[in-house]
């Protein structure tokens, strides 16, 4: 079992920076494949940004390339998102989720429960 919590969400205007983390409690954190996710009301789940536990390999979603950096302490068994530039379009629900796959876009079996990103214009 993978707890996960998030935490660093908040209200912050168009053009400004937030960093959110996932603390991860349980597996051992270096053989899991890390990801954020967001939800906006009405809209799918999507996924933002991974790190996989293999090689440091990392995607983004074209929507947050050049924006959005994802990091990870293995020691410190924590996930960062930091997210610069925010647009409104950002404003979602953002989950944490830990996978044992080493395909960043397979399932993940591991969610924490979220943290509210809102971007005012």
């Known amino acids: 079992q993978v707890q996960l919590v998030e935490s660093g969400g908040g209200l912050v205007q168009a053009g400004g920076s937030l960093r959110l983390s996932c603390a991860a409690s349980?597996?051992?954190?270096?053989?899991?494949?890390m990801a954020w996710f967001r939800q906006a009301p009405g809209k799918e789940r999507e996924l933002v940004a991974a790190?996989?536990?293999?090689?440091?390999?990392?995607y983004y979603a074209d929507s947050v390339k050049g924006r959005f950096t994802t990091s990870r302490d293995n020691p410190g068994k924590t996930v960062y998102l930091q997210m610069n530039n925010l647009k409104p379009e950002d404003t979602a629900l953002y989950l944490c989720?830990?996978?044992?796959?080493?395909?960043?876009?397979?399932?993940?079996?591991?969610w924490g429960q979220g943290t509210q990103v809102t971007v005012s214009s």
């Open positions: 989720a830990a996978g044992l796959s080493t395909a960043p876009t397979a399932p993940y079996d591991y």
């Open positions: 349980g597996r051992t954190f270096s053989r899991l494949t």
């Open positions: 790190t996989v536990w293999t090689g440091g390999n990392t």
